[in-house]
Nanobody, 124 residues
Framework: VQLQAFGGGLAQTGGSLRLSCAGS????????VGWFRRAPEKEREFVAG????????SYADAVKGRFTISRDDAKNTVYLQMNSLNPEDTATYYC??????????????????WGQGTQVTVSS
């Protein structure tokens, strides 16, 4: 499954953006999907993950209560709704799918493929 991430852009502090991760070539619906981000001069970090069924989600502490991950299997797409943005959220955001099907997303998830990044910039 090839992944394409899009929806990034420029937002003001307190604003919102919605990122999309679209699968192509094969269905994404049987795979857990995660979002990660990398800020300038920082390590890549986990942001949010959703199980293959959509029934289980997980979030980094820094985004809990502000970001929501969801999936629309009919559109073969996973979303990341980002609210109450702040400058610390400025980063390149990447989506990734689990290497194996029918899993929840966890810290031990093995990555099968990455999407290209989409830039999010939050101005103060």
């Amino acid at each position: 499954v090839q992944l394409q991430a899009f929806g990034g852009g420029l937002a003001q502090t307190g604003g919102s953006l919605r990122l999309s991760c679209a699968g192509s070539g094969r269905t994404l619906r049987t795979y857990a999907v995660g979002w990660f981000r990398r800020a300038p001069e920082k390590e890549r970090e986990f942001v949010a993950g959703v199980s293959w069924s959509g029934g289980t989600t997980s979030y980094a502490d820094a985004v809990k209560g502000r970001f929501t991950i969801s999936r629309d299997d009919a559109k073969n797409t996973v979303y990341l709704q980002m609210n109450s943005l702040n400058p610390e959220d400025t980063a390149t955001y990447y989506c990734a799918r689990d290497r194996f099907a029918y899993n929840m997303w966890s810290q031990s998830t093995s990555i099968g493929s990455w999407g290209q990044g989409t830039q999010v910039t939050v101005s103060s």
